[in-house]
Nanobody, 113 residues
């Protein structure tokens, strides 16, 4: 089960930190990622992190977003800085690069002045 949280309304240039509660085994042994889906668009992979801490970002978030995980807390994080209006979307976590688990409810991020 995946449970995302931490979204909200933020002004352009602001920051948010998203959290995804997942099982310890999932975070320890599986490549995990953050995805997002904007209205009228397909879901897209934003960032992923491997077991060996290898990290990959989509070009449109490089230098602004940071993915991390705390296995002791069973949590995957996405730190989002310098947010833009085009980052507005529902954000989800799942395995990556192929989402193999049932999607959680996601967390809404709205960037607007």
């Amino acid at each position: 089960q995946l449970v995302e949280s931490g979204g909200g309304l933020v002004q352009p240039g602001g920051s948010l930190r998203l959290s995804c509660a997942a099982s310890k085994s999932l975070l320890s042994f599986t490549v995990m990622g953050w995805y997002r889906q904007a209205p009228g668009k397909e879901r897209e992979l934003v960032a992923s992190i491997t077991r060996g801490e290898g990290i990959d970002y989509a070009d449109f978030v490089k230098g602004r977003f940071t993915i991390s995980r705390d296995i002791a807390k069973n949590t995957l994080y996405l730190q989002m800085n310098s947010l833009k209006s085009e980052d507005t979307a529902v954000y989800y976590c799942n395995t990556a690069p192929i989402a193999r688990l049932i999607w959680g409810q996601g967390t809404q991020v709205t960037v607007s002045s």
